[in-house]
């Protein structure tokens, strides 16, 4: 960096000189819209626990109501599981009656009931090291998406904390365990953000306080074209 410059910064500062020059050709009579992807940050991430955690939560409820459970592996038994997501948030489905082929939680207030549980027991994980919690805050889908597919998304998301590394957690439903994410043969460092950048001339691209969905992207970009038509 010192004898060449910092290449991701000359990067940066050409495609910006690119940007201003087609919006000069453009002229002001323009709807001018740029999306920057998402950003990049250390990896942290507790994906790799996911499953072992909600395995022991359910072991510990079982217990207490003096019930056999299942071995971790036996997932046709289990009444919830996490499946693979990226490292942003860990997902979890719910062995539900009707959707699954070996279903074992009513729909109705039965699931809802364990989509709380499973929120309160996972609330109460924290980073070892710091005695603070390792999540963000929940996703449950069906309350926030809907349609024709919604069924094959997971359930919920658990959307990490990723401020600090997380080496270790513990909680009062399962003893400590030790994160593989940042094994050695886990080479990727580091991972997507959940933002992005959006600069827009649009008023309706505005968002709340500067803040817009990307769903939403579309929708006011098929208005802009039908009202150009």
Not at 100 to 109: A, K, L, N, P
Not at 170 to 177: A, M, Q, R
Request: hydrophobic share 35%; charged share 25%; aromatic share 6%.
């Amino acid at each position: 960096v010192e004898e060449f410059g910092d290449p991701l910064l000359k990067v940066y500062q050409e495609v910006d000189s690119g940007v201003g020059e087609l919006l000069d050709v453009a002229g002001d009579d323009l709807n001018m819209v740029i999306v920057a992807g998402l950003s990049m940050e250390e990896k942290v991430s507790c994906n790799s626990m996911l499953d072992q955690m909600l395995w022991e939560i359910d072991i510990h409820d079982r217990r207490q109501a003096g019930q056999p459970f299942p071995r971790q592996g036996e997932r046709k038994k289990r009444r919830f599981f996490a499946i693979p997501h990226t490292h942003l948030s860990g997902a979890i489905r719910i062995h539900l009656a009707g959707r699954e082929s070996y279903g074992i939680v009513e729909q109705g207030e039965e699931y809802e009931a364990l989509l709380e549980l499973v929120q309160q027991r996972l609330s109460t994980t924290v980073n070892t090291a710091s005695g603070e919690s390792v999540i963000s805050h929940f996703i449950p889908i069906h309350k926030k998406y809907s349609g024709s597919q919604v069924n094959e998304l997971p359930d919920l998301f658990v959307v990490w904390k990723r401020e600090q590394p997380i080496f270790e957690v513990s909680s009062p439903y399962f003893e400590s365990l030790k994160n593989r994410t940042h094994d050695v043969l886990d080479a990727r460092s580091g991972d997507h953000t959940g933002e992005a950048k959006l600069y827009s001339n649009v008023e309706s691209l505005a968002g709340e306080n500067g803040v817009i969905n990307v769903e939403d992207i579309a929708g006011h970009l098929v208005d802009l074209i039908t009202e150009k038509g």
